[in-house]
Structure formats: structure tokens, C-alpha cells
């Protein structure tokens, strides 16, 4: 488990690295021909941490800001918003939901060990472990730290990793 959980944090720390300290210009660059922005890409991790680790894996609600959004009506929500918030916001929104990640994680860990169940079954009537889903969320943060390295280095030349085991979030 502290492997996982600690793979895990390292992604997360690199995703921050790369993300963390920018003004609003550098949080709504684009860069090629995507429209993803950093602070699209922050936001959209907040989501991620809501929507796996609190609602599919404890079994929880979504919680704020999320519970006051009509993703059918504004599906994009998390990435237009994002562009636009003040900085401190949408850091504020990443770092809440990882902090509540990292509890309900624990909590879910201790009652039900790595090889227990999530709270939800896919459609084809699988239901994953929790060992399932923190690896996917591993992946998650590998895959969008990629996007990540571009924009940033569109946005101010920032490349490579940096010290993310010295960041703290």
C-alpha cells in the first residue's frame, strides 16, 4: 500500500511542479491547436480526484464546488472555468480535493484493505479494487503531466521534473 500511495503523491507533486506558480496569462495559454489550458488542466485533476477516489472508490458525493454544476448543460465546466478563475483559485480547488482524496483514501484502505472493492461496478459488471483505482489514478496524473510539460514550456520554457519530492502541496 505505502508504494502505491506513494507513487501516487510523487505524481502528484510532478503534476504540481509543473502547474504551480503561474498568473492568469500563463494558467490560460494554449499552445498548437488544443484548447487545453494549465488552469483547465488543474481544475480538471480537482475533478478527477472528486469523481474516482471520492465517489467511485468510497462511495461519497462529489462535495464543492462540483455538486453546483449541470455538467449536462456546461460539460465542459471544470476546463472553461479553469481558464478564466483567479490562480489561487483553481490551486485552492486541486489542493482541497487531494486533501480530501488523501483521507477518504485512508479510510477506505483501512476498512477495506487493497484487494477490497470499489464503491461502483463498471458496465460489464466488473467491480475494481481499490488497487485498481489507485493505479488508475497514477496513470491519470502520468497522462496529464504530458500535457502538462507542453504547455508549461510554451507558457515560460519550464522543462524537465524539478525537485518534486521537495514540493509540498
Not at 503523491?9 to 496569462?25: H, M, P, Q, S, V
Not at 458525493?61 to 471544470?78: K, L, M, T
Not at 487531494?98 to 484493505?113: D, I, K
Request: proline share 4%; net charge negative.
Amino acid at each position: 500500500m505505502e508504494s502505491l500511495l506513494s507513487v501516487l503523491d510523487r505524481n502528484r507533486r510532478t503534476f504540481a511542479w509543473k502547474t504551480w506558480g503561474l498568473d492568469e496569462r500563463g494558467l490560460r495559454a494554449t499552445t498548437a491547436a488544443s484548447t487545453m489550458t494549465l488552469g483547465g488542466l488543474v481544475k480538471h485533476m480537482a475533478l478527477v480526484e472528486a469523481d474516482w477516489l471520492a465517489v467511485k472508490l468510497a462511495g461519497r458525493e462529489y462535495g464543492a464546488p462540483w455538486d453546483a454544476v449541470d455538467f449536462d448543460a456546461d460539460p465542459d465546466w471544470e476546463w472553461r472555468t479553469g481558464a478564466v478563475d483567479a490562480p489561487g483559485d483553481v490551486y485552492r480547488v486541486w489542493r482541497d480535493a487531494v486533501e480530501r482524496s488523501r483521507q477518504l483514501v485512508a479510510e477506505v484502505v483501512a476498512e477495506r484493505g487493497l484487494a477490497g472493492p470499489a464503491a461502483f461496478t463498471w458496465p460489464n459488471g466488473r467491480t475494481p479494487t481499490v488497487r485498481d483505482m489507485l493505479l488508475d489514478m497514477i496513470e491519470e496524473y502520468a497522462r496529464h503531466t504530458g500535457h502538462a510539460d507542453l504547455l508549461r514550456e510554451a507558457v515560460d520554457g519550464r522543462v524537465g521534473e524539478g525537485a518534486p519530492e521537495d514540493f509540498t502541496l
